[in-house]
Every structure is written in C-alpha cells, then in structure tokens.
C-alpha cells in the first residue's frame, strides 16, 4: 500500500459465518432464484400470448391434462415443506444430529416426486410436437422437472457432506438452511405451473 | 447442542488454534505482510495454475483481451461489406456470404463483444474500486470466462467451416425456423447465445453480489464510486433481461429445430411474433447494458479529469436506476413494423421518448462538473467529450425513430444502422477507449503514450463521423439494410463510397490504439500507483496490483475517498495472513459483518465449462446429448464445490 496505514479497528472477532442475508451464498442463490423466476415468468407470458390467440384451449377441443397425477404430486410437494421447514430450523439451531436424520427424508421425498412426475408426462393427453399448445406444456412441466432433478441431485451431495466429519462445521449448517430455502423456491414455482396446466385449460 | 464428546473436544482445540493464526494488524505490516499475503495469495504457476486461477484481475484481463480480439474480428467482417458497398453492383462477396457477413458481425459485436468486455472491466475494477480482494464467487468468475470463451470459439469455428449464423444477429422465425433455415447455421448461432448467456449471467451474479456485500467498511451506497452503481444497475438488468433470451434460442427455438415443438409454426398454433415479443425483451435492455458501464466509465472519467467530485451524484444515480428499469419498457419499438394495436403504439412511443430524460440529466451533470471544475484535456477526457457529441446525435435520431410514422419510413433502412452506430460506437466504445487509457496504467504499470494517443482520438473520431453520418442520408434515400448491393443511380453511390473510406479511417485509429497497447508495454512511462492524480481506491494500490488487492482492507470515509483523506488511508486490520480471506459488510450500511475465505484456485470451473460447452454443443445434433451430457456435468460441478482436505480446521477454508 502506498499511502502510510492508519491503524481503526480490529475485525478478528467477526464471525466467519452467519445465517440469512449476511451470508454471500445467500445473495448469489436470490440471484440465481431471479434469473429462473425470469425464465419461468417469460414461460408463462408465452403461455397466455400463445393462449390468447385461440378459441379454445386446449385448441382443436383436446382433452385438457388428466388431474390425478399432477394432484397427487402438488399435495406431496407442499406436505414436503414439513420436514423441509424442520431441517431447516435444525441447522439454524446447530443441531447436526437431527439435520443428519432428516436428510434421507427430503432425498426420499426427491425421488418420490421425480416417480410421479413421469406419470404426470403420461397424463398430458397429448405431446409435445402436436401444437403449440402442446409445446408450452411440456416445456413447463419439463423445466420444472429440471429444478426437481437438480435440486434432488444438490440434496444427496450436501447430505454426503453433512455425514462426514465436516458437518460440524458452521458453514455446511447455512449450506443447509439455503438448500432449504432453495427448495421452497421450488415448490412456490410450481403452485402457478400447476394451475397453468392443469386448470386453466379447463375454465 | 447435543454434540458428541469427541466433537466437543475438538471443538476446544480448535478454539484454541484460533487464538493462533496470523492475523494484519499494527504488529504485522509492511515487508513482512506483503510476503505472507503474496505466499497466500499467489497462484500456482505454468498451465494448470493459468487454467486454475481465480484471480479476479487475471479472469478481467482475459475478458477485456478475448473481447478486443472479438472486437478487431468483428470489425473485420465490417470492412469486407464496406468494400462490397463501396460502388453499386460490386461482387466481391455474393449474396449468401454476404449475409454470414452481416450475421457475424452483429453478433460478435452484441454478443462477444460489447457485453463481455463491459463485465470484463468491471471484474477487473470492481473489487478494486470497492476495496475488496477479490470478487464474491471467484470459481463462478473463472467458469463464466471460459463459457464466454468456447462461445465464441464455437460460433468462429463454424464461421471458417462454412457454418455461420446467416439469418442476422436477431433470427427472426419463421426464417429461423425449421422451414427456412435447413442446416446447422441456426442452431450454432442459437447455442453460441446460451454459452455467452450462461457466461454474463453467472457474471452479473458475481458482480452484484461483490457490490453488496464486499465493499469496504463505510462506503454506504451513497459513498460508491458511480462505476460501481452502473454496473451494479447492469447486473440486476442482466438478471432480468438475458433469461429472455437464453429461453427464446435454448427453451424454444432450438426444440422447435430439433424436436419439433411448434411454438413458432403457425400452421400449429404458434406464432412467429412471439419470438420477436422475447427476443426483444431481451434485445432492447441490451442496449442499456452496454451503454450504462459506458456512462459509468464517463462518471468516473469526468470526475478524474475535472478534479471535482461529479456534479449531482444522487441525480446521476437516480438516472442510472431509472433508465435500467424504463429499458424494459421499449423492447416493443423494435417492432412498430409488424402491426400493433393503437395504444400500443402511443405507449411504446411515449416510453421510449420519455428514456431520453434521465440520460439527458446526466449528460447536464457532466456539462455542470466540467464547467464547475477544471478540465484536463488528456486522452481519456477527449474520448469523454468525444462521446457526449456523438452520443447526443444518436440519441436525437433515437428519440426521432421513435415516433411510429418516421419509424415506418425508415425501418430497416441505413437511417437506423447510423442510428445504432452512434448510440453503441459513440455511447460505448467512445467511453470504452477512454477508460483503458485511463486504467491501462493501474494494468500494467505503464502509461500509453499520450502523442499516439491523441492522433489516434481524433483518427477515431473523424473516421466514425465520416464513416456513419452519410449513412443517416443513404438511409433517408431508401437504402435497405441487410442487402448485399445496391444499383447505380439512385444517388447511393457517393454516400456509400464515403461511408467505405470512414470505414478504413476508424480501422486505422483503431490499429493505432492498438500498437499504442503493445508499444507502451514495454516502452511507456513508468506509472506509480496514482499517476492521474484521482479520488477512488484502485489508485491507493501499486500498479499493477498485488495479488490480494489490498494488505490492508481500507476504510471509506467520503465519495472521493483519495482527495479526503489527511495523506493517509484508515484501515482496519484482523485478517488472515497465511489463507486467503476477504472482509464481508453489510448491504445498505458497509458495515463489517463476517470474515469470508476465499476460494483456493481449482481446475473445476474450467472442466466444469468443458463439460457443460460439450453438452450445448453436441445438443445441436441430437437431444439425447442432453441426457448423456448432464452426468459429466453433474460429476465435474460436485467435485467444484467438494472440500478437498476433509479435515476440521480452526477457521474455514475452500479448498
């Protein structure tokens, strides 16, 4: 430095981790959580403007989308918030041991909703290459599979980390309470993604 | 709570190596701090350590560089329709090339570029500028490069194999469509657009967070240099803007090529306007987001060279924020031609006017700061008077087309690429030129050579006036853009010949700066830390920097924290010495809140971009790839982020 330092205060007792909009993981996640939200809302204009050009919809009086997979998939994606908001109270409490119990659960719940996803593909009553109509849902329900499978893939790999001996350390606790957060990103995502194939095209 | 007793215990010891580790401080300065923080810092050399370094000046540097390279390539392509357009009937190129010509040339310049080089000198200075070591996500940083990177090697590649894009740097459907555009030329323009997206936004990432959250302690928002509130600006418009663009080429377009989705077939219910609806969504911010680091670059500029703090820094700010977010409010000019409702018309009109006045506010902010202060007319400052004229007659002929009737008449014609030349050369590569100039020293250590440089400016600034204002006439005479040639007698002839001499001129001032760069590497004077005499932190430091910045992390106590201080520069002191570890403060306030560890450089980032540019890549030829693709993907992004030495420690280190 080429100016003489004058000497102000000493940071050596700041903490070097802390929970929420301190943390800078926390920022770059909102970041990301912006640039999807974009994505999925831009999907979503496209939706209507595509919409707004028919007279029917679904057009030529298809069959709107089967209920029961996509049904069954929004309530376990909204009762997954249970052991999600648990996980997510016990990092913030520095509890590694119950953070370690509950880590399969959320990895379990992964997969079971990655199964009915696959019904959900075979219960469009139609495919993607049929029209447009088509096309915007399957695209939707095919990025929001994307964010599933990522998310699930991201939740083994900290649950691996979380059982080694570096779990106890502070920083892989906020690792976890923003997976936790991420993960309800995910399913807030999907509640209009649900309501956009599923039930506007029965109004 | 409820730790098992061998934890506990560890967790002691560790407390207790705590009370150990080196820390800056009064008792470790100087000599002895310099040489820890270098150990710490420095990277690994040779290949590995090049490819595996996260060094922030490192990546800037190769941004700034891959896209001047980008720069003289796209110009180059320019040059070869400037000789076809010289005289009527030339032929040296046919139609088809002449097409890959024009595509190549727009989307190098938006996409490889004009944004890349914007986001490479903000990773450079940012940190500087703030006070910070390095940028937040720094492996984040090194992949975005290399996305960038093969981005533009692919689209170049193609170029030489006869592949180019050759439906413009926008592919409109249907001409983009499956119909009309057999071949891969489409798709490798479509997937050169998801790198380089991938690229800026994983940038804007980091460069706003870095903005947050590592400034230095008391530089409030109102204290930051107003660089860093542009591209802090820019970096939300990234965030909201480019996703537009990524899902109209990788989510839409490409699957209706490869898949047959049919959002864009009419003949399935879709709609070739849609494209153009996202597109511009996209393609309209665009413009501000390499035009905002651009009036930043002249905020500073001014500032340096009027010796006085700008003139209205809240209005100036309050400008920049404000045109970030009337910048999404336009992208439907672009389409005045393809039919709209009337109150469309009316409000896109009224919008895109109404952009002009927090623009115009800043430009008087400059006005007043020269007029207030007292003017160096050095090279940078003649590039900021450079664009101010420049920029105010693009920005006229702006507010001009954007009246729908004047609109209609001159849509695509040359009125509208004089438009575009002026407001993106004037208002961005004018201010671009000048803020090398000014930061090459703070690069290098050397100054450029101040004679070179001023023949080069006004080389620059006559060869663009005489390249671009006669096409504002062609233009007005009826002359189509994207046309290979034009017949006799129309009256094209002389403005276009004009036009083509301008063209050689403006390269020949470009070459200069150039040589200029090369030259003074090894011949200019030698700078020492501040040679402009200026007000922002960068200037506190050696040139070129040291790796880590800043030995000691420096406080802020006004705007123009260099020209405030009593000769000396507060500091405050408590970070490690023998790891890499930077200071985190609070969002609003900068205040210190946490010791953050800075990654150790990793060649993940770099596998990561290889495997997730081969999956984009081998994605144009078959979905499936897709599939296949993500596992290596998935493979190389876990290794990034799993800790190598799977040992506690007393303070966390990323390794």
Redesign the interface.
């Known amino acids: 430095m080429i100016l003489e330092p004058r000497f102000t205060d000493d940071l050596s007792g700041l903490p070097t981790s802390k929970f929420g909009p301190s943390s800078l993981t926390w920022w770059g996640i909102l970041g990301y959580m912006l640039i999807e939200g974009v994505g999925f809302a831009l999907m979503f204009f496209a939706y209507f403007y595509l919409m707004s050009h028919e007279q029917g919809w679904p057009p030529e009086g298809r069959l709107p989308p089967d209920l029961l997979a996509g049904t069954i998939f929004t309530i376990v994606i909204l009762l997954s918030e249970i052991p999600n908001t648990l996980i997510k109270k016990a990092a913030r409490a520095g509890d590694v041991a119950t953070v370690r119990l509950l880590f399969p659960i959320m990895v379990a719940v992964g997969i079971v909703l990655l199964i009915i996803r696959g019904f959900e593909f075979n219960s469009l009553n139609c495919l993607w290459s049929d029209n447009a109509y088509a096309s915007v849902i399957w695209t939707l329900l095919v990025l929001h599979a994307a964010h599933l499978g990522t998310d699930w893939a991201d939740t083994v790999v900290l649950w691996a980390l979380i059982m080694t001996p570096l779990g106890y350390e502070p920083r892989r606790l906020v690792d976890v309470d923003e997976n936790s957060l991420y993960w309800r990103y995910v399913w807030l995502l999907w509640i209009p993604i649900y309501l956009l194939i599923y039930w506007v095209p029965r109004l | ?3 098992p007793e061998h ?1 506990r215990k ?2 002691e010891r560790l407390a207790k190596e705590r009370e150990t580790i080196a ?1 800056d ?2 008792q470790l ?1 100087g000599d002895e701090l310099r040489a820890r923080l270098d150990r710490a810092w420095r990277r690994p050399p040779g290949i590995i350590g090049w490819l595996a370094t996260v060094d922030h000046k490192e990546i800037g540097r190769r941004y700034i560089v891959t896209a001047l390279v980008f720069l003289a390539l796209g110009g180059a392509l320019a040059l070869v329709m400037r000789l076809q357009l010289a005289a009527p009937g030339r032929t040296i190129v046919g139609a088809e090339r002449y097409d890959q010509l024009f595509s190549m040339h727009g989307s190098t310049m938006m996409y490889l570029f004009a944004v890349p080089v914007m986001e490479g000198v903000g990773v450079y200075f940012i940190p500087l500028m703030i006070g910070a070591r390095s940028t ?2 720094p492996r ?1 940083n090194a992949f975005s490069y290399f996305m960038y990177l093969f981005g533009g090697l692919m689209l170049w590649i193609a170029f030489i194999l006869n592949m180019a894009p050759d439906v413009g740097w926008f592919e409109y459907t249907p001409l983009s469509g499956p119909q009309y555009s057999p071949g891969k030329h489409t798709d490798i323009w479509a997937q050169m657009v998801t790198y380089t997206e991938v690229a800026a ?1 994983a940038a ?2 980091v460069l ?2 870095t903005i ?2 590592a400034r230095a ?1 008391g530089m409030t928002l109102a204290r930051m240099p107003i660089f860093a509130w542009a591209m802090l600006v820019v970096g939300f418009m990234i ?2 803007a ?3 663009v ?3 080429t990788t ?2 377009l490409i ?2 090529r490869l ?5 864009f ?1 009419a003949a ?4 070739a306007l ?1 494209f153009q ?2 597109f511009w ?1 996209f393609g309209h911010p665009e413009v501000y987001i390499i035009f905002l680091p651009a009036t930043g670059f002249v905020s500073i500029l001014t500032e340096a060279f009027c010796r006085r703090p700008i003139f209205g820094y809240p209005v100036v700010v309050l400008s920049l924020i404000s045109t970030g977010i009337l910048a999404f409010g336009l992208w439907v000019h672009h389409m005045f031609a393809t039919g709209l409702p009337r109150v469309g018309y009316s409000f896109f009109t009224a919008a895109s006017m109404s952009v002009s006045i927090p623009t115009g506010l800043q430009i008087f902010c400059w006005l007043a700061t020269m007029w207030e202060g007292r003017p160096r007319f050095q090279v940078p400052m003649l590039y900021v008077i450079g664009f101010i004229v420049t920029f105010v007659i693009g920005g006229l002929t702006g507010v001009m087309v954007a009246a729908v009737p004047l609109d209609l008449q001159l849509h695509d014609t040359y009125f509208v690429v004089a438009h575009l030349h002026y407001v993106l050369i004037g208002g961005a590569v004018f201010p671009l030129l000048g803020v090398l100039t000014y930061w090459y020293p703070k690069i290098t250590g050397r100054m450029m050579d101040e004679a070179i440089g001023k023949i080069g400016f006004w080389l620059l600034f006559i060869g663009f006036q005489i390249t671009f204002f006669p096409m504002h006439l062609s233009g007005m005479l009826g002359m189509p853009r994207r046309v290979y040639t034009y017949p006799a007698g129309l009256g094209l002839e002389v403005p276009n010949l004009i036009s083509t001499i301008g063209a050689f001129v403006l390269a020949l001032a470009v070459g200069l700066f150039v040589i200029n760069g090369i030259l003074s590497l090894y011949r200019g004077a030698i700078a020492g ?2 040679p402009w005499g200026a007000a922002t932190l960068e200037w ?3 040139s070129p920097p040291p790796v880590y910045n ?4 420096p ?1 802020v106590e006004s705007h123009t924290p ?1 020209w405030d ?1 009593g ?9 490690r010495v023998d790891q890499k570890e930077m ?2 403060t ?2 609003l306030t900068a205040t ?6 800075v990654p150790e450089p990793s060649l993940w980032p770099f596998i990561s971009a290889c495997a997730v540019g081969i999956v984009f890549a081998a994605s144009i030829f078959s979905a499936w790839a897709v599939a296949f693709g993500l596992i290596p993907c ?1 493979i190389a992004l ?1 290794a990034w ?3 190598k030495d ?3 420690k007393p ?2 280190v990323i390794s």
């Open positions: 709570m409820n730790r934890i560890e967790d820390r401080g009064p300065t937040a996500f984040l936004l804007a990432v706003v967070c947050l959250k302690p965030i909201f480019m996703p537009a990524a899902l109209v989510v839409l699957p209706d898949v047959g989705t049919q959002f077939n399935e219910h879709g709609d849609l609806h996202m969504f830390p501040n506190a430091i050696s800043f030995e000691h992390v406080v260099l201080g000769g000396d520069l507060p500091v405050v002191t408590g970070l200071l985190l609070t969002v210190p809140d946490l010791r953050e560890p998935a876990t982020f799993w800790p799977m040992t506690r303070e966390p």
